[in-house]
């Protein structure tokens, strides 16, 4: 535990020395992939699918604030639709006017989680956002993980019926207009997904804020268990099959996930716990302060030898030996 900490302690000074280059390189990281996922799933634009054009919009997107890089995202995605279908992409131009102005209202600053949920959700890893977005934001961040899953599971309905909603025909139109909004309105899965998802973060969110000892670690394992029976008993519900696998791989990395954001943020000495009990004219106060762990830094102490010094030293021990004979 200490190598560990030490380790934890080193990655901290290191970040703090040398952020103002590492925060545009983890935004370049995030933007690769966001660019990525959305040109390999519905890369129909050829001309802005390309990795330069993906490779600048990633630099471009590592040097502003998050926010940017979402409303990037949110253009490509509609230029991809386009080249698919105009009934498409002006459905997917309002479902997203809609969630810009939810998620600019109440989460402006919860970008991150917007773009990592979708990510997430296309490796098969949902479960971990909803722990994470619980653990590190806040109770109303519950609305970026909606948001992101909702875009999600409609552009993943869009790859799936790509060749009716990308049919040529002009008699076609008000079909592919009732094709494109069937992925928002009947997919019942989605609903499902949103709302264990809004339950579980929303149950960490709070569960992590009690002052009871071990409040993190209650609240990952009450917030995984609730993902992994909502999710299960949903997918049976709907009748939803061969998801069961990766639903048990997904909750058991979610758990790993969570528990490394509670060494790295809240790692808490609790056999150190203080209660403090104070007054003033109006109120009592009763305070529980639990310390964290941390390593010190270790001291280094030089001891400089000289031969000159070692002579007399040596010269002194032997007429001592000689005193005693």
């Known amino acids: ?43 129909y634009m050829k001309r802005i699918g390309t990795f330069s054009v993906t490779l600048v919009l990633a630099l471009i997107c590592s040097l502003l604030p998050v926010n940017i890089m979402i409303l990037s995202a949110a253009a490509v995605v509609l230029a991809h639709l386009y080249a698919l279908s105009l009934e498409v992409a002006a459905v997917a131009f309002v479902l997203f006017f809609l969630i810009a102005l939810l998620y600019f209202r109440f989460a402006p600053k919860d970008g991150i989680f917007v773009l990592l949920t979708p990510i997430c959700l296309h490796f098969n890893l949902g479960p971990v956002m909803p722990l994470a977005i619980g653990l590190t934001g806040k109770i109303y961040s519950v609305i970026s993980a909606a948001c992101g899953t909702v875009v999600w599971f409609f552009l993943s309905g869009v790859k799936q019926n790509e060749a009716a909603l990308g049919s040529s025909e002009e008699t076609a139109a008000v079909s592919k207009l009732t094709a494109a909004l069937n992925q928002i309105m009947d997919n019942k899965e989605m609903y499902l997904v949103v709302v264990v998802f809004v339950l579980v973060t929303a149950a960490v969110a709070f569960i992590r804020r009690l002052s009871m000892d071990y409040a993190w670690t209650a609240a990952i394992l009450i917030g995984a268990l609730i993902n992994f029976i909502g999710l299960f008993a949903g997918y049976m519900a709907l009748g939803i099959t061969g998801k069961t696998v990766s639903l048990v791989v997904a909750s058991l990395l979610s758990l790993a996930v969570a528990f490394l954001l509670e060494f790295c943020l809240f790692h808490l000495d609790y056999s150190r716990t203080e209660r403090v009990q104070f007054e003033d004219d109006e109120y009592y106060y009763y305070v529980k302060a639990v310390p964290k762990m941390y390593v010190s830094k270790q001291e280094k102490q030089v001891t400089t030898f000289s031969a000159k010094g070692n002579r007399r030293t040596a010269r002194r021990r032997i007429s001592d030996e000689m005193d005693e004979d």
């Open 1 to 43: 535990m200490t190598s560990l900490l030490e380790i934890k302690e080193k990655l901290k000074q290191f970040y703090g020395r040398f952020d103002i280059y590492l925060n545009p390189l983890f935004k370049f990281i995030l933007a690769l992939c966001v660019f990525s996922v959305i040109n390999g799933n519905i890369g």
